[in-house]
């Protein structure tokens, strides 16, 4: 044998990458330049005879075994892979799980392997891997053994081409995607809403019942009795729309020339306080449609209001904040006094524990409830702040929106003091709302996007992008159900959208620590 071509197969034998070699007669493996025995005879030079191989022998050093055989990918690729992944996602997109899918499809068929969903797929991709070792064949997991049962799985008479495991794979349930409406299911006229970015028009009542101020006057929409409306007509029956869809009106101050600057409905939704103009704030009862109270101390328009209880916080443009009782509103009066413009938001943290409030001199206020100077100030914004939004999910978490110039909404962690996150939304940040069901918010928009935003808490990636509004979002209230929103602008319309669920409520997690989930 040929001593080159000898050494050649003991390389690859080796594994070793053989040298790349021209193919010219006087240098190629195959044709004899020189012979062990002598010069060759003229007869037998490669001029005058050509030799070939008997044979092909592959070099199998370049081929990527690890793609054949399914090996566990290293960490390199992993970490590749994860940093080409959006980060605002951590859910397998679709492209993923349909790789996914397809990979145990043709494990099923193949190596016959009982896939019966992705998830014994991913179980799979784990298991006999060790640390970032290529293995060559993969260990099997004992749930999945090979039997020749499974080979008579299908009945003969079948005409399809996959197995039984395969066809539970294929039919194995996929999470829904979540689709979020980009219109809304009702929108109503709202004439006179005002366009003032300082001023809370709309609020939604734990009893299903919308208020909204509009020019002098207080108006009520049951979103129950449209509800009930629509269903009758779905049903075949017919009803007087106008006569059981009335709007009713609450109060008019046109004869006081005192225009509604703020309303807010109490935590039972039975009475609604109302700020007017002139510094007043009136206390009704719906139910009857009485007014019952009064009350006086502010010098100017109110256009925030904050219920506790039977304890009323409003905010004004002379920069105080009168804390009360309405049960006995002069012996209970508190002045909070820490603003140096406008107040223009007003939130009470879910244990009524904390105060939150917003001014035009782009400051951030948290109040205790036994005390009359904020014990936290926060002036990271560079506009008002009139969105703020405590969140149901998270202790001590504070949301809050800047105005024109800041555009960004920050998260604060009021247990440490510390700020926690921010993003810039590129516009006008005018109102905030958490999800009662999930890790999410809302916030509405003015200058110059006019949109509704629905953000994932604490990736802060986009859920979706709600338009329709023409002006300035300003107004934002949630239904008591946590699953729609309405909102108001300057456009004069009142739009309801469906933007949360149910589906979404987070599991609550059971502790033995937890006494009362033992109490019967």
């Not at 050649?8 to 040298?19: E, I, N």
């Not at 370049?62 to 055989?69: A, C, E, W, Y």
């Not at 009758?232 to 225009?259: F, I, M, N, W, Y």
């Not at 409830?369 to 560079?382: E, I, M, R, V």
Request: with cysteine; aromatic share 8%; charged share 20%.
């Amino acid at each position: 044998m040929d001593p080159d071509y000898e050494q050649r197969l003991l390389r690859q034998v080796s594994g070793l990458r053989t040298p790349t070699k021209s193919l010219s007669p006087a240098t190629s493996p195959f044709n004899t330049p020189s012979s062990p025995y002598g010069t060759p005879s003229p007869k037998n030079s490669p001029k005058n005879k050509q030799v070939t191989s008997d044979r092909f022998i592959p070099s199998r050093a370049v081929i990527n075994l690890s793609k054949g055989f399914l090996s566990t990918p290293t960490q390199d690729a992993e970490s590749s892979s994860a940093t080409n992944t959006p980060s605002r996602e951590t859910t397998p997109n679709s492209e993923h799980k349909d790789a996914m899918l397809y990979n145990s499809l043709l494990r099923n068929e193949l190596l016959r392997d009982e896939i019966e969903t992705l998830s014994d797929n991913q179980d799979d991709r784990h298991t006999g891997s060790a640390g970032n070792m290529r293995t060559l064949f993969k260990g099997r997991s004992a749930k999945r053994k090979f039997s020749f049962d499974s080979l008579d799985a299908q009945t003969p008479y079948s005409v399809s081409p996959v197995s039984a495991k395969s066809h539970k794979l294929l039919r194995s349930p996929k999470k829904p995607i979540r689709k979020i409406s980009k219109v809304p299911f009702k929108v109503l006229d709202a004439p006179d809403l005002q366009d003032d970015f300082y001023l809370n028009l709309v609020d939604w009542s734990a009893q299903n019942i919308l208020s909204v101020g509009l020019g002098k006057c207080v108006y009520l929409w049951s979103a129950y009795t449209s509800q009930m409306i629509r269903n009758r007509c779905e049903g075949g029956v017919d009803e007087d729309l106008d006569a059981v869809q009335r709007v009713t009106k609450l109060c008019d101050l046109s004869s006081e020339e005192d225009p509604v600057t703020s309303v807010g409905w109490t935590d039972r939704g039975n009475h609604l306080a109302v700020g007017t103009h002139k510094g007043y704030v009136q206390i009704w009862d719906t139910a009857v449609s009485k007014k019952i109270s009064v009350l006086q101390g502010h010098g100017q328009r109110v256009g925030s209001l904050a219920w506790n209880g039977d304890l009323l916080c409003s905010g004004s443009r002379d920069r105080v904040i009168i804390m009360r009782d309405v049960r006995c509103p002069e012996s209970s009066e508190k002045k909070l006094v820490g603003h140096r413009q406008e107040v223009c938001g007003l939130k009470w943290s879910p244990d009524k524990q904390l105060l939150a409030s917003g001014g035009n001199d782009n400051k951030l206020l948290v109040w205790n409830l036994n005390q009359t100077t904020p014990f936290q100030t926060y002036s990271d914004h560079s506009a008002a702040v009139k969105a703020i939004a405590w969140s149901p999910h998270q202790h001590g978490l504070l949301a809050s929106g800047g105005g024109t110039v800041d555009k960004s909404i920050r998260f604060w962690n009021t247990l440490t003091g510390q700020p926690s996150n921010v993003i810039d939304t590129g516009s006008q940040v005018c109102n905030l709302a958490w999800s009662k069901h999930s890790n999410e918010l809302v916030s509405t928009h003015g200058y110059s996007q006019n949109q509704i935003l629905i953000w994932k808490y604490p990736s802060l990636t986009q859920v979706a992008k709600l338009t329709g509004h023409t002006y300035r979002v300003l107004y934002l209230s949630m239904s008591p159900d946590g699953e729609s929103v309405v909102t108001g602008a300057g456009d004069e319309t009142l739009r309801f959208w469906n933007v949360f669920s149910k589906t979404n409520t987070q599991k609550e997690c059971r502790s033995e620590l937890n006494l009362f989930s033992h109490i019967r």
